[in-house]
């Protein structure tokens, strides 16, 4: 495991996933107990954080006045770490999600994603680094209606002006199994299909980060373990950092450290739990 | 990032997608039914007001005319031959000519081949006989009598006449000339001879009277481009005359004609353009999602901007290509259908309005779509994750400048009538802003009767007042939508026929001049004898202004050339104690209780050309004495109504001194034309005119406006059902997923459609009553202030506006959500 998680692979080189193949990888890793501190040491070390953030906080107006959704966040993530942030609804996970990717501005406080700091910058150039860096997985998929499958993960391609973009994207159908159904629409896919089709669109750009808000939020358990553990097999094959933001604490059991969020800030440490 | 072919790929790939998906269909029906009803509007108009332009050149019997008191130079005629145009000559003065030992006062017209250009001449074999047109003129050695000649000479064709030391045959008898006029200088009855006669006459003599003429015809723009060349060469003494400077009553009624047809094209673009903001904003609101997708995978502001302007591109330019085409083929089509009013040889379109209809779709999307798609460039990426934010509304009202400024620009491009822009523009700010107002107050006041009736009802209102801003927007457009179709079919109609009555079927088609103080009674009681209504007579001074404000007007300048010739001309005075119906004061009193000096009210036309100013001292010569009258009024008149009118009118007592003839107007009975040559018998000096000729001409134009005005309602018609349609759209993804949800909780179908069906019977019955108020008032200041009509409120109005707004929206509304109710909700509630 420790040897393949930075060995960088092509997506869409490696065979085609089968998806047993995938679940028994991952049953070991839920079962095994946390353990604190551990594993990143484990981990070749590298000196830039992939993602950095201090003292992050967001205030809104609310009709009772100023309301601090995050407040003081501070967190450091290495490369090709796999990271979930829980917390019930209304901690601030997606606030602080959205702030990382750089989506929003936050009140006070820095933004680093791969060195470059996020809060200089402004919309244009955010969206150029994520244009460059950033892969996402949404709860409710974000497929655009009117495109096909293909067409819907060649719009990041063809958005970063990618060379033979329709290429690349039936290879990145096809490492999610579904190459045959590429030239179907979202609304005659079912909900696994789409999210599975949502994550060969995060993938195909080879994200240096990827951030999934709650992946399986719509999903029913089979199908959410299937599409978290093509999740995991995808983010391990290709070296990526994953942030997952969820409220459920089996999925964020499979990743190597969990922060948990409460009234906006992070509670029980820095680090919070680590486990392997 | 991101290489302009790959965002224009992208861009397209995308509209075309939002093609496939339906996305586009409201909007770009819209685009495209606004596009071809302005092309066909424009093509059809253009031809049909080249006809109405033949029509009315034909009272010049040519397009364009020069006259002069002197001869014509040819070198006139050598250019015009040159710039491809055709050119007859005529001469007219008046001459006494004989027959036997009978002898009469004639209007001596000699013409020249090809006359006439427009129009036709009518003759008949005899005196009575039946009337034919003909393509010809007198041969050499002939001439054709009018009537009035002939009658007044005793005779009938056939007959040997002297003109001057030149004896002709009488040959034909001329009933009509398209030239005919309407001036008391063409009052002599005419005797048409051959122009290679006049020589011959030797009636041409230095200090004769002759009035030379020379017409030209041809090509539209050869004609305009050789007015353009003349008006630079005129020698003193000529002046140049076209259609503009025909009679007055077909100029009033092409004027007005003009304004009908505006007015459609007007109403059509206003429609479209409410049609296009409300798929664009549906648009709009669709896809902010896709925005802040691609936002949040590294699209930049200037990127997603970019690419919207393209989509909008190409759409406008596919929209005015297919609308074009569109409006060409179903102008042929509109023509086709009113070949027998405007003849089959209707002149062949320009290609003005393809450029029209390019600059329609580009104007409507800029200035009705593009802020909704700008405002939708500025979603926050963060929508991907909070679906509740929506993108910052834009500043400084620039939605409202842009669709204001688009309507200006394309309306004054598209008509070139100011106020008629302007009054359709502020009418319709008032409306949109009162139908909103009025909304929102029907909108609180519909809450208090929910508890009225059973689920659906409840169901039903409560979605009304929930959904507040929504429906204000469906109500102010079905509201304006309903208040165009309204004004379309019964306004229109209403106005048409207030119009045509102005003319009735009885109007004045004979003019008695001439009458003598004496005969007056006498007169009256011939017509009554003969069942002939007696007209109401009015009393005629000759004058000739001298001065005005002590200044003597032979030295005076006048801005206006018409002005100055209607100074130096000999004038027609009158009086009345009150004024006739179609006469209207605009400015200062008819007639003081203890007026200080005479008072004279002036027509308002005149009164501009001369510059003449309330307070104004004109002076005037009556058979050598002077008499002076203050200006303490000014007049519209209804030239058209076919009543005698004048430009200045005196209070009554101040002429009594002066010698005075009566005018008088009536309406002989088809069938009764023998009356006029038994009064002209029995009174020799009263001359009668015959109007019906001028009197058919206006009909006509009338009549063919008519007929295109209802055509382009048709399109008008699309354009306010598209309206409608995105109306009903707008609220649709959202009933949508409303309706699942209510079935999910176990709510039949019937009961979801009832619920449906009463919300939207709620907003047609609220919009139709505001669409009829609004009709109301806007026929009413239509018809006042710009076509000066009667108006008169219909009951009819204020029934069909509510009930077709109750059935039209409530069968439009369930038509458009049945679909939608129909789905399996669990679809439904999955896509969501």
Redesign the interface.
């Known amino acids: 495991m420790a040897e393949t998680r930075h060995q960088i692979t092509r997506l869409g080189t490696t065979n085609p996933i089968l998806e047993d193949q995938v679940m028994n990888e991952a049953t070991p890793l839920i079962d095994s107990p946390p353990v604190l501190g551990a594993p990143v040491l484990k981990t070749p070390v590298l000196k830039t954080p992939v993602l950095r953030a201090l003292g992050l906080s967001k205030q809104v107006t609310s009709p009772e006045g100023p309301l601090t959704i995050l407040d003081q966040a501070d967190l450091q993530i290495e490369h090709g770490e796999t990271i979930a942030i829980v917390g019930a609804s209304g901690a601030g996970k997606s606030t602080l999600l959205g702030l990382l990717a750089g989506l929003d501005v936050p009140s006070s406080g820095q933004v680093w994603l791969d060195g470059t700091e996020l809060t200089t910058l402004d919309e244009d150039g955010r969206a150029a680094l994520r244009a460059d860096r950033v892969g996402f997985v949404f709860q409710s998929f974000h497929l655009i209606p009117s495109l096909t499958a293909l067409e819907n993960v060649m719009l990041p391609l063809e958005l970063a002006a990618a060379p033979q973009p329709a290429q690349s994207a039936r290879e990145a159908l096809r490492t999610v199994g579904l190459e045959a159904r590429r030239r179907h629409y979202p609304h005659q896919l079912s909900g696994g299909e789409k999210q599975r089709v949502a994550i060969a669109r995060a993938f195909v750009v080879q994200p240096s980060i990827l951030f999934a808000d709650e992946p399986t939020g719509n999903l029913d358990q089979k199908t959410g373990e299937q599409v978290v553990d093509l999740l995991f097999h995808l983010n391990r094959e290709s070296g990526t950092t994953l942030v997952l933001v969820t409220h459920d604490l089996n999925l964020a059991a499979r990743c190597q450290r969990i922060y948990y969020m409460e009234g906006g800030r992070f509670v029980a440490g820095p680090n919070q739990v680590t486990k392997v | 990032?991101?290489?302009p072919n790959?965002s224009s790929?992208?861009a397209m790939?995308?509209l075309l997608?939002?093609w496939?998906?339906g996305?586009l269909t409201v909007l770009a029906t819209a685009l495209l039914v606004a596009v071809s009803a302005l092309t066909a509007v424009a093509f059809l108009t253009d031809r049909v007001g080249q006809a109405v332009e033949l029509r009315a050149a034909e009272s010049l019997a040519a397009d364009l005319r020069l006259a002069s008191t002197q001869v014509i130079s040819e070198d006139y005629a050598t250019s015009a031959a040159a710039a491809g145009l055709l050119v007859a000559r005529t001469a007219s003065m008046p001459s006494v000519i004989f027959a036997g030992n009978a002898n009469t006062l004639a209007g001596i017209r000699a013409v020249s081949d090809p006359y006439p250009m427009r129009g036709q001449l009518k003759t008949s074999e005899q005196l009575l006989g039946e009337i034919t047109p003909v393509d010809e003129i007198p041969e050499p050695g002939e001439a054709w009598a009018s009537p009035r000649l002939l009658a007044r000479l005793g005779v009938d064709t056939g007959t040997v006449i002297e003109v001057g030391s030149l004896q002709l045959q009488l040959t034909r008898v001329l009933e009509h000339r398209p030239d005919e006029g309407f001036r008391f200088a063409d009052l002599a009855p005419t005797l048409m001879i051959n122009y290679a006669d006049l020589e011959a006459t030797g009636l041409v003599q230095p200090g004769s009277r002759v009035s030379w003429r020379m017409l030209f015809a041809g090509d539209r723009s050869a004609v305009q481009q050789f007015k353009q060349q003349l008006n630079t060469q005129l020698a003193s003494g000529e002046r140049l005359e076209d259609i503009n400077d025909t009679n007055p009553q077909i100029r009033s009624a092409m004027e007005r004609s003009g304004r009908f047809l505006n007015l459609s094209s007007l109403i059509s673009v206003l429609l479209a353009a409410v049609a296009v903001a409300m798929a664009a904003r549906r648009y709009a609101q669709r896809h902010r999602?896709?925005i802040a997708?691609?936002?949040?995978?590294?699209?930049?502001?200037?990127?997603v901007i970019r690419s919207s302007l393209l989509q909008l591109f190409m759409l406008a330019l596919s929209g005015a290509l297919l609308g074009s085409l569109i409006g060409f083929a179903a102008q042929h089509g509109l023509a086709w259908l009113m070949r027998d009013l405007i003849g089959e040889n209707l002149p062949s379109p320009g290609y003005e309005p393809v450029l029209l209809g390019a600059m329609t779709a580009i104007s409507i999307l800029a200035g009705f779509a593009l802020p909704d798609l700008w405002q939708m460039g500025r979603t926050?990426?963060?929508r991907?994750?909070?679906?509740d934010l929506d993108p910052p509304p834009l500043r400084y009202g620039i939605p409202w400048i842009a669709a204001i400024a688009a309507l200006v620009l394309l309306l004054l491009w598209l008509v070139r009538d100011t106020k008629l822009v302007l009054t359709i523009l502020l009418g319709a700010g008032v409306t949109f802003v009162a139908l909103g107002l009025a909304g929102w107050l029907l909108v609180r006041a519909l809450s208090g009767f929910r508890g009225a009736g059973g689920a659906a009802w409840r169901y039903g209102l409560a979605s009304v007042s929930r959904r507040g801003r929504e429906s204000i927007v469906q109500l102010v457009a079905f509201g304006l939508g309903l208040m165009v179709l309204l004004l379309l079919t019964i306004v229109r109609n209403e106005l048409l026929d207030n119009w045509q009555q102005s003319l009735p079927d009885n109007a004045p088609n004979q003019f008695l001049i001439n009458i003598q103080t004496h005969e007056t009674d006498a007169l009256q009681e011939f017509l009554q004898q003969r069942g002939v209504q007696a007209p109401d007579l009015v009393p005629l001074v000759r004058a000739r202004m001298t001065h005005i404000n002590d200044a003597d007007v032979t030295q005076m300048t006048f801005e206006d050339p018409e002005g100055e010739e209607w100074a130096r001309r000999d004038s027609n005075l009158s009086w009345r104690e009150t004024l006739q119906e179609d006469n209207k004061i605009v400015a200062g009193k008819l007639w003081s209780d203890s007026p200080e000096q005479n008072e004279v009210s002036v027509e308002l036309g005149f009164a501009n050309e001369l510059g003449l100013k309330l307070g104004d001292e004109l002076r005037f010569d009556i058979a050598g004495e002077t008499v002076s009258a203050r200006v303490t009024s000014k007049r519209t008149v209804e030239w058209d109504s076919f009543r005698p009118n004048f430009f200045m009118l005196f209070a009554p007592g101040v002429l009594d001194p002066y010698p005075a003839s009566w005018i008088g107007s009536l309406y002989l009975p088809e069938g009764k034309s023998n009356v006029t040559l038994e009064l002209m018998r029995e009174f020799p000096s009263v001359t009668a005119i015959d109007l019906d000729a001028t009197l058919s001409q206006v009909r006509d134009v009338m009549d063919k406006a008519a007929l295109a005005v209802q055509a382009v309602f048709v399109f008008t018609l699309l354009a306010g059902l598209t309206v409608l349609w995105a109306a009903v759209q707008s609220t649709r993804d959202e009933r949508r997923f409303e309706s699942a949800l209510l079935r999910t909780f176990g709510a039949s179908r019937k009961r979801v459609l009832s619920g449906v069906a009463v919300e939207f019977m709620a907003i047609g019955l609220l919009s139709g009553v505001l669409a009829s108020s609004g009709a109301s008032l806007a026929g009413y200041l239509l018809a006042t202030r710009l076509f000066e009509l009667e108006y008169q409120f219909s009951l009819g109005l204020w029934l069909i506006g509510p009930i077709a707004g109750m059935l039209l929206v409530g069968l439009s509304g369930m038509a458009a959500t049945w679909r939608v109710i129909t789905h399996a909700p669990v679809n439904v509630l999955?896509?969501a």
């Open positions: 990032m991101s290489q790959h790929r992208l790939r995308l997608r939002d496939k998906a996305e999602d896709r997708l691609m936002k949040c995978m590294g699209a930049s502001q200037s990127y926050p990426p963060m991907v994750l909070r679906h999955r896509s």
